[in-house]
């Protein structure tokens, strides 16, 4: 596609179920990110993927939340047992450079909002 | 501990006027620094990236400022346009290496009135 692809757009839950949110980034960018957007807030960093290097997971919440990255491309974000604090929307970006260098520009999925009951 | 601070109030300004807003960073040393656009509902849209060794960059109307002593970016936005209402976001590697992982400011609202 042309731009990073996220889904669900919306996603409603119930607290204590599994979720999983899919990110489809620009072909052929090698660097991936997550990070989680609460009401007007800013931009907290999850996880970071950059080519076959090991992830950088330092911005994980807790164990429940857990992400990988297939082949290099697709990733999946899973937060197991949701909470209510867990609400919130989820924003995955792409982006070309990054591997020994400055990360390059990002480009933004419209994100995934998360609603936990 | 590492802070990216940015102005939390919203700045309200009268259109074609100048905008002027505020990232300033603790305990970090970036060798560069971006800022992105975000409109309600949408992601974040990268407007400019400027370099440790730049201490200016423009695009069109859009002016940013890197001054790694006062560990601080402005960034401007001349004759200003309803259609610029929008947070601004700055963000910068995090790292020694500056590899990576960019960490965002909380973000500042723009609002330009006709």
């Known amino acids: 596609g042309a731009g990073v692809s996220q889904s669900p757009s919306n996603k409603v839950t119930e607290k204590g179920k599994d979720v999983e949110l899919r990110c489809d980034p620009i072909?052929?960018?090698?660097?991936l990110y997550w990070y989680r957007q609460s009401l007007g807030q800013g931009l907290e960093f999850l996880i970071y993927?950059?080519?076959?290097?090991?992830?950088?997971k330092s911005g994980l919440p807790s164990d429940r939340f857990s992400a990988e990255r297939t082949g290099g491309s697709v990733s999946t974000l899973t937060i197991q047992r949701t909470q209510q604090e867990d609400s919130a929307v989820y924003l995955c970006?792409?982006?070309?450079?990054?591997?020994?260098?400055?990360?390059?520009?990002?480009?933004f999925g419209e994100g995934s909002r998360l609603t936990v009951l | 501990s590492q802070k990216i601070e940015q102005n939390s109030e919203a700045l309200n300004i009268q259109e074609g006027k100048t905008a002027t807003l505020t990232c300033n960073y603790t305990?970090?040393?970036?060798?560069?620094l971006q800022w992105y656009r975000q409109d309600p509902g949408r992601g974040p849209v990268f407007l400019l990236l400027?370099?440790?060794?730049?201490k200016e960059k423009r695009k069109e109307r859009l002016k940013v400022t890197f001054d790694t002593t006062l560990k601080q970016s402005l960034f401007h936005i001349t004759a200003s346009q309803p259609a610029d209402s929008a947070t601004y976001l700055c963000?910068?590697?995090?790292?020694?290496?500056?590899?990576?992982?960019?960490?965002f400011g909380q973000g500042t609202t723009l609002q330009v009135k006709p």
């Open positions: 970006a792409s982006s070309l450079a990054g591997s020994g260098g400055p990360p390059g520009e990002l480009f």
């Open positions: 072909s052929g960018h090698t660097a």
């Open positions: 993927f950059q080519g076959n290097s090991a992830p950088d």
């Open positions: 305990n970090y040393s970036p060798a560069y």
């Open positions: 400027i370099r440790e060794n730049e």
């Open positions: 963000a910068l590697a995090h790292g020694s290496s500056n590899t990576g992982k960019l960490i």
